[in-house]
């Protein structure tokens, strides 16, 4: 059927709105990462009656043997490249992006997947609550892209990523049923399994392969803190009998269906907070000096690093955004950490011993509990940004190897091969991120208008995950495999858990509609011809970019 016919029949049937015009197919080509694919057509759900009528209609193609793919977008921040698709983009912000219900007994905050995730932790606020996995692009991401990435951030030390904080969801899956998910007991499970519909054969079908396979799961779970990638099966049944869907859902990035609804729990907010900063002169000690920080009976909510590099990048880009706050020559380290502790008391009694520990190892620090200063402080995190928005010419930061995740004793061995890599390429390494988890982030500056830019791209890349598959690490910790991570997966499992994934994806999805070329079936072949010919952040200009 020619795309102007399929955009005719959708808008016919759907209450939202469907575009093909080219000015909206080419705003919706890119997202925060390095790959453009051009969507045939945009449509705008208005409820969740508008997704299943797409699903299905695109299942119906698919039973024809002609799918066309689905993508669930949100605010278009995702850097692995699965907010783009070549069929139709759900876009959710324009309708779906309510806050739905918030329970004040329970905490627990019912939204949909277009809200703006800034919003939500205003209106948490207001009631002395917040989501604590936030990522740091939060004032202009959406819930939805956060469950489908299963994002976190620097509060994730201490309180884990969003798969820890859902507790249910409504998803559409391939054929245009609506499930909901939450964890059943094995007598709810066993009416799931009766079921004579495609859920019912979703579950049964799930069920068997988790059975049959519970020993290769359990075999290949990687020692990191936190993990995007691949599908999170060893979460899904319960040494009881339990059974649940949710946190397979949350980080496939809808590959197996799409969330029209979700249902998280929340955290009580504390607005005070207890700094330490550390200037770390050698990289080996603050490792150790992380090591027994994690130890601490209470622990800190937030264990940040910049490096050196990053720090004197800023000094010559942006000299006034660390003036007053720390001067050349800068440590090799710099941690921040944080707690936040409800009573205020705890907060500094753990500041202080987290000081000792510091003192221990002859490492420079100090203890700030004003509100102001501590703004200051974390502006050395947050300079950050000014590497991710620079540009020369066309020469850019882009995030092509930016999310690796490896176990925290190898923190050093992680940072030393990250130097190597960039020395080979001669190209700066400018390091920051969650240094608790052993998640680093960093972006190369590179011209992807230039051959040898593009070829570096690669190299990279390829440097850059077999470094942390190496090191026993994950591909990624809060960013998702998309496109870009997704060629690194069976490396990264090993094939016979990668065939389970791919099973898994079958299951869901067997015309291949949901959000195809992401997590499963790509190698490096299929991305090559992806890569943009420049990079912009363009569509996200109305905001202030943070990393």
């Avoid at 002395?128 to 939805?144: H, I, M």
């Amino acid at each position: 059927m020619p795309i102007n016919k399929v955009a005719h029949y959708l808008q016919e049937h759907l209450a939202g709105e469907v575009l093909s015009s080219g000015e909206a197919r080419q705003h919706f080509a890119t997202d925060g990462s390095v790959f453009k694919v051009v969507p045939s057509l945009i449509v705008y759900p208005k409820n969740e009656s508008d997704v299943r009528k797409v699903a299905r209609f695109t299942w119906q193609m698919g039973e024809r043997g002609r799918p066309i793919p689905i993508t669930a977008r949100g605010a278009g921040t995702d850097q692995s490249g699965a907010a783009i698709g070549s069929g139709v983009i759900l876009a959710f912000t324009a309708h779906m992006n309510r806050l739905l219900e918030f329970d004040t007994k329970s905490g627990n905050v019912t939204v949909e997947p277009g809200l703006n995730y800034g919003k939500l932790e205003q209106a948490l606020h207001t009631h002395d609550r917040f989501l604590p996995p936030y990522p740091a692009s939060f004032e202009y991401s959406t819930l939805g892209g956060a469950i489908a990435n299963n994002s976190s951030g620097e509060k994730s030390f201490r309180y884990g990523d969003t798969r820890n904080f859902v507790k249910s969801l409504r998803v559409v899956l391939a054929n245009g049923e609506v499930i909901e998910t939450k964890r059943l007991n094995k007598r709810e499970l066993s009416k799931k399994l009766g079921l004579a519909n495609f859920e019912g054969e979703v579950y049964r079908q799930l069920d068997t392969l988790l059975e049959e396979n519970r020993q290769v799961i359990k075999d290949h779970q990687l020692n990191v803190t936190k993990n995007s990638a691949g599908y999170a099966l060893g979460k899904v049944k319960g040494k009881d009998g339990s059974f649940d869907l949710t946190p397979l859902i949350v980080g496939s990035q809808g590959t197996l269906g799409v969330v029209t609804t979700a249902t998280l729990s929340t955290e009580y907010y504390s607005k005070t907070t207890t700094l330490v900063v550390a200037h770390c002169d050698s990289i080996e000690v603050a490792e150790e000096a992380i090591l027994e920080l994690r130890k601490l009976p209470d622990l800190p909510s937030a264990i940040e690093a910049v490096d050196a590099n990053l720090l004197g990048f800023v000094q010559r880009q942006n000299p006034n955004l660390l003036k007053g706050v720390i001067d050349a020559p800068f440590p090799k380290l710099v941690l921040l950490i944080e707690f936040d502790n409800t009573n205020d008391r705890a907060q500094k009694r753990m500041a202080k011993r987290a000081a000792k520990i510091l003192d221990k190892s002859q490492i420079k620090n100090q203890v700030e509990d004003d509100p102001d200063r501590q703004e200051s402080l974390w502006q050395i995190r947050r300079s950050a940004a000014v590497v991710t928005t620079y540009a020369e010419g066309s020469a850019r930061a882009l995030p092509i190897i930016e999310d690796g995740v490896v176990p925290v004793d190898r923190l050093k061995d992680y940072l030393t091969g990250l130097y190597e890599i960039f020395d080979s390429q001669g190209l700066e390494a400018a390091l920051w991120g969650h240094a608790g988890d052993g998640n680093l982030h960093v972006q190369p500056i590179l011209d992807l208008g230039q051959v040898g830019g593009r070829q570096k791209v690669f190299r990279l890349i390829e440097d850059y995950y077999n470094l942390v598959i190496k090191l026993g690490g994950s591909t990624t910790g809060e960013h998702g495999d998309g496109r870009l991570r997704a060629p690194y997966l069976s490396r990264l499992y090993g094939p016979e858990l990668y065939g389970l994934f791919a099973k898994v994806k079958k299951v869901f999805d067997p015309y291949g509609t949901m959000n195809p070329g992401v997590k499963i079936g790509v190698d490096l072949e299929d991305i090559k011809p992806l890569l943009r010919n420049e990079y912009s952040l363009a569509h996200l200009l109305d905001h202030l970019p943070r990393s």
